[in-house]
């Protein structure tokens, strides 16, 4: 599917522009202290012209013959657009998690980490997160490292994603 820029794009968001629509796929989890699982996702960026988009994220757990089993995670925010690439994200789980990012883009790519992160007193331990999301061949592929439950940073979810 061709992307067209919106007449209305805030000239901040330029950097992030490519993730804006709806984009759709599968992905691998693992983590210390969990089994290995795979799910399918849909995340979805809109804008309205100001320099921000929202953002929608949910996932399913998938069996290996891609079906779905249960669902899994959702979250939703706002990733606002600053000069000169500088973008911060706001996250809310429904796990009980809010998160705040710092980061950078530039063309096609977007790299942010974790500057705060606070729970409910009923959340698992959760204390900060890395994302980077690209886009490959028009694709938007992503991976999430974090650290819990006593771990140190490192993989726990990535995807390769379709527009639609």
């Given at each position: 599917m061709?992307?067209?820029?919106p007449?209305?794009?805030h000239?901040?968001?330029g950097?992030?522009a490519?993730m804006?629509?709806t ?6 989890g693992d983590?210390p202290t969990i ?8 995340l979805?960026f809109t804008?309205?012209?100001r320099?921000?988009f929202?953002?929608m ?6 069996d290996?013959?891609?079906?779905k089993?249960?669902?899994g995670?959702l ?5 606002r657009c600053l000069?000169e690439?500088h ?5 809310t789980?429904?796990t009980g ?5 710092y980061g ?6 977007l790299?942010l980490?974790?500057?705060?992160v ?8 959760y ?5 980077l999301y690209?886009n490959v061949?028009?694709?938007?592929l992503?991976a999430?490292?974090m ?6 940073l490192?993989?726990h ?6 527009r639609?």
């Amino acid at each position: 599917m061709a992307f067209q820029f919106p007449d209305n794009l805030h000239p901040q968001c330029g950097p992030v522009a490519w993730m804006l629509g709806t984009w759709a796929g599968n992905g691998h989890g693992d983590y210390p202290t969990i089994e290995p699982y795979q799910f399918g996702q849909e995340l979805i960026f809109t804008h309205d012209g100001r320099p921000f988009f929202h953002y929608m994220a949910r996932a399913w757990i998938i069996d290996e013959a891609g079906e779905k089993v249960r669902d899994g995670a959702l979250e939703t925010g706002f990733l606002r657009c600053l000069p000169e690439g500088h973008v911060e994200l706001l996250l809310t789980h429904n796990t009980g998690f809010v998160e705040i990012y710092y980061g950078t883009a530039e063309s096609g790519k977007l790299e942010l980490s974790t500057d705060a992160v606070v729970r409910t007193h009923t959340a698992k331990e959760y204390v900060a997160g890395h994302r980077l999301y690209g886009n490959v061949d028009g694709d938007l592929l992503y991976a999430y490292d974090m650290a819990a439950m006593g771990e140190a940073l490192q993989p726990h979810t990535w995807a390769k994603l379709q527009r639609r």
